[in-house]
């Protein structure tokens, strides 16, 4: 079975930290995305990566960024955490295929922002 | 702007009675999923569908693909309280990048005893 681990299930941290967010999958998959995720709003990605150090923006990048040194690992970073980044961040990882992608996805991390 | 549509967003039922909920968009999908997601947990695949007409059955659940690739539906028979949850539909638009899933805002299902 595919499994995509993130690092903490619930965070708390103050307007204006510095956030990571770590996700690692074991599938040796070469996509991997950060989602976040909002009541009635879906999940809308953030970030995706499409292979080591490769990175492209997603829908909502704004306040973040991201970093992939090795394939398994996708990292999110928050540079100043803001109460409107309080959320749920869900990882995934797929593999390419010509019709599309099957995601595989992290148990999520709840982050509080206060 | 929603790029997939989902409706209902909420949808409460008994135990026994059968639903249908529904993905739509103005956009061709080279490919669409099904995923399910239980409070404080990631979504789960159920099903990815690729062929215009596709319908695929998995037990009480059948996911259909639209001819034209741009809806799809999930119709659940005889619901039980074990079906409750988030239902969400993905697709990768066809001409986006490999990786690029959209997601629809997502139906909350609650199915009562």
């Known amino acids: 079975d595919v499994k995509v681990t993130q690092s903490s299930r619930y965070l708390v941290k103050r307007t204006g930290e510095k956030v990571f967010l770590e996700c690692v999958q074991d599938m040796d998959h070469e996509n991997m995305f950060w989602y976040r995720q909002d009541p009635g709003l879906g999940l809308r990605l953030i970030y995706f990566?499409?292979?080591?150090?490769?990175?492209e923006k997603g829908d909502i990048p704004e306040g973040y960024s991201v970093s992939r040194e090795k394939k398994e690992r996708f990292s999110l970073i928050l540079e100043s955490a803001s109460t409107n980044q309080t959320s749920m961040y869900l990882c995934?990882?797929?593999?390419?295929?010509?019709?599309?992608?099957?995601?595989?996805f992290g148990q999520g991390t709840r982050l509080t922002v206060v | 702007t929603q790029l997939l549509e989902q409706s209902p967003q909420f949808l409460s039922i008994q135990e026994g009675e059968n639903l249908t909920v529904y993905c739509n968009s103005s956009?061709?999908?080279?490919?669409l999923q099904w995923y399910r997601q239980e409070p404080g947990e990631g979504p789960v695949l159920l099903v990815t569908v690729v062929t215009g007409g596709e319908v695929k059955k998995l037990k009480r659940l059948t996911f259909q693909f639209g001819d034209a690739r741009k809806d799809s539906s999930l119709h659940i028979t005889a619901a039980q309280p074990g079906d409750t949850g988030l239902y969400l539909c993905a697709g990768k638009i066809r001409g986006t990048s490999y990786g690029k899933l959209t997601f629809g805002q997502g139906t909350i299902l609650t199915v009562h005893p």
């Open positions: 990566s499409y292979d080591v150090k490769m990175k």
């Open positions: 995934a990882s797929s593999l390419s295929l010509p019709q599309g992608s099957l995601a595989f």
């Open positions: 956009s061709v999908f080279s490919s």
